[in-house]
């Protein structure tokens, strides 16, 4: 059964601090990973997309990146603020195109 | 913001009746994706479609019907719906063929069954 762990399931840190979500995946022929950002009671929104060939991918104060070798991926977040307060879910696209994803981390900053 | 909406956004509905929801893009990606989300359980696939009339199950289908006559339209159907199917429902939209597509989603609809 293909699945996406993340790791921790929930995570209270001061604001300021760099921290690093974790994300593992059992199937190694994937096509992308993608990582999202959900708000309570809202959508989902994408963060980062790092492809199969690919090792990282940066947007702002986040960096993602990717070992398909370990089935692993990691969301780093720089200098954390109360606005980044949310869960965090890792995907990835298999090779029959569907997109398989964790339980997802819930994030909390404190001010 | 992606194009892809989602109605209707919330739906009260009785045991035993059909429901139907609709997700509508905009963007003309090729594959749409129904998913629910539960406590506990997280997002998981119902159906996808990767074209108009292809579709496949997903790891929950049971009760559950899709259609696609068009590209810019998936509909989820619950034949007869049951309490087990009060949940939020998400659809997403991707198109794996172009470089750099990342998956996007609607802002869900939230079915109760009583």
């Known amino acids: 059964k293909q699945e996406v762990t993340q790791i921790p399931a929930a995570l209270s840190v001061p604001e300021g601090e760099n921290l690093v979500l974790n994300c593992s995946f059992t199937?190694?022929?994937?096509?992308?990973l993608q990582w999202f950002r959900q708000d309570p009671g809202k959508g989902l929104t994408s963060l980062l997309l790092?492809?199969?060939?690919?090792r990282e991918q940066t947007s702002g104060r986040l960096n993602a990146s990717l070992d398909k070798s370990s089935g692993r991926s990691t969301l780093y977040i720089a200098a954390s603020q109360p606005g980044d307060s949310a869960t965090y879910l890792c995907a990835y696209m298999n090779r029959d195109d569907k997109i398989i994803f964790g339980k997802g981390t819930r994030l909390h900053i404190l001010p | 913001d992606a194009g892809i909406t989602q109605s209707p956004r919330h739906k009260v509905t009785e045991t035993g009746t059909p429901v139907t929801l609709r997700c509508h893009q905009t963007e003309n990606h090729r594959y749409m994706y129904w998913y629910r989300q539960d406590p506990g359980h997280g997002l998981r696939l119902i159906h996808y479609?990767?074209?108009?009339?292809?579709?496949d199950k997903g790891e929950v289908s049971d009760g559950y019907s899709v259609s696609r006559s068009k590209t810019e339209d998936f509909l989820l159907t619950l034949e007869s719906a049951t309490s087990s199917q009060t949940s939020v429902y998400f659809c997403?939209?991707?198109?794996?063929?172009?470089?750099?597509?990342?998956?996007?989603f609607g802002q869900g609809t939230r079915l109760t069954v009583v």
């Open positions: 997403a939209i991707s198109d794996p063929g172009h470089p750099n597509t990342e998956a996007f």
């Open positions: 790092i492809q199969s060939s690919q």
């Open positions: 199937d190694s022929a994937i096509y992308n």
């Open positions: 479609s990767y074209g108009v009339k292809d579709t």
